[in-house]
């Protein structure tokens, strides 16, 4: 068990920011993962339509052997990760990692005023899960904005030019405004536009993604569960999947990703 992969999925590529984290702090570990790109993007679809969608790639990296789940995905945490519990942590024993209360708890340790700001997709913004997730603690002042062509603009390697920057001010012009000292970029593709948010938001903004905090969370619960790979001569294989085009799938998780992925296979 400790020598299988640990899977990691998102609609596309933006997990791929969590998977480089986990990467780096666990880099005798093998990661498996699965962009649902014939699925993207999940933010605009309704709620129980991407419970489905993400439920249906966790039994695949799960029927391959995974021995933890990290939903590296806003939106599917927020709207799955009481059935994912269920389905998997409590009837076969494969932890699953989320990536909501990593970049929460970093917020509330960075922010000086308490007045934090949530960018993520439609879908996420409404379940209110960070709201839940900031809940334990007392006197924060959260204000959110879905930001619904971020995803997709990435998506289509756009990170960067005038037509993200126009979108940014639409988005990002109203969040600055409300006087933020903290941005949780509450979307796995988000930490790839930090160039044009940090640009708009100002230096004295602080952004907070989840790729670390989740990496962390993952590096704790192997230890603790006693499921961490042992040190190995050769680095790891990975392995990639996606849903939909493999081709721009592999240029993007090469760009995004770098020279671990070798070649990307279709799911
Ligand atoms: N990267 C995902 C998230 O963290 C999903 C974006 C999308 O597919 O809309 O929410």
């Given at each position: 068990?400790?020598?299988?992969?640990?899977?990691?999925?998102d609609s596309g590529v933006g997990g791929l920011t969590v998977a480089r984290a986990?990467?780096?702090?666990?880099?005798?570990?093998?990661?498996?993962?699965?962009g649902?790109?014939?699925?993207?993007p999940?933010?605009?679809?309704?709620?129980?339509?991407?419970?489905?969608?993400?439920?249906?790639?966790?039994?695949?990296?799960?029927?391959?052997?995974?021995?933890?789940?990290?939903?590296a995905c806003n939106?599917?945490?927020?709207?799955?990760?009481?059935?994912?519990?269920?389905?998997?942590?409590?009837?076969?024993?494969?932890?699953?990692?989320?990536?909501?209360?990593?970049?929460?708890?970093?917020?509330?340790?960075?922010?000086?005023?308490?007045?934090?700001?949530?960018i993520?997709?439609?879908?996420?913004?409404?379940?209110?899960?960070?709201?839940?997730?900031?809940?334990?603690?007392?006197?924060?002042?959260?204000?959110?904005?879905?930001c619904?062509m971020f995803a997709p603009l990435v998506e289509k390697g756009v990170t960067s030019g005038?037509?993200l920057?126009?979108?940014a001010?639409?988005?990002?012009?109203?969040?600055?405004?409300?006087?933020?000292?903290?941005?949780?970029l509450g979307c796995t593709h988000y930490p790839l536009l930090t160039g044009a948010i940090s640009?708009?938001?100002?230096?004295?903004?602080?952004l907070?993604s989840s790729a670390?905090?989740?990496?962390?969370?993952?590096?704790?619960?192997?230890?603790?569960?006693?499921?961490?790979?042992?040190?190995?001569?050769?680095?790891?294989?990975?392995?990639?999947?996606?849903?939909?085009?493999?081709?721009?799938?592999?240029d993007l998780a090469q760009r995004f990703l770098g020279?671990?992925?070798?070649?990307?296979?279709?799911?």
């Amino acid at each position: 068990m400790n020598d299988a992969p640990i899977g990691i999925f998102d609609s596309g590529v933006g997990g791929l920011t969590v998977a480089r984290a986990v990467l780096d702090q666990l880099p005798h570990e093998q990661v498996f993962y699965i962009g649902d790109t014939a699925n993207a993007p999940y933010g605009p679809k309704p709620l129980g339509a991407v419970r489905a969608m993400a439920m249906s790639v966790m039994d695949e990296l799960v029927d391959e052997g995974v021995k933890m789940l990290v939903i590296a995905c806003n939106t599917a945490s927020a709207v799955a990760l009481p059935d994912a519990r269920e389905r998997y942590e409590v009837k076969h024993g494969i932890p699953v990692i989320e990536v909501i209360r990593p970049a929460a708890r970093r917020a509330v340790l960075q922010s000086r005023t308490g007045k934090i700001g949530i960018i993520a997709t439609k879908a996420t913004i409404e379940s209110r899960a960070y709201e839940d997730a900031f809940h334990v603690t007392p006197g924060l002042e959260i204000v959110t904005k879905a930001c619904p062509m971020f995803a997709p603009l990435v998506e289509k390697g756009v990170t960067s030019g005038p037509e993200l920057m126009a979108y940014a001010h639409e988005y990002l012009d109203p969040v600055k405004a409300e006087g933020v000292d903290t941005l949780v970029l509450g979307c796995t593709h988000y930490p790839l536009l930090t160039g044009a948010i940090s640009y708009i938001m100002g230096d004295d903004v602080s952004l907070v993604s989840s790729a670390e905090g989740t990496a962390r969370d993952v590096y704790k619960t192997l230890v603790n569960l006693g499921l961490d790979a042992p040190q190995a001569a050769r680095p790891p294989r990975h392995k990639f999947q996606c849903t939909g085009d493999t081709r721009s799938f592999r240029d993007l998780a090469q760009r995004f990703l770098g020279p671990e992925v070798k070649g990307v296979e279709a799911l």
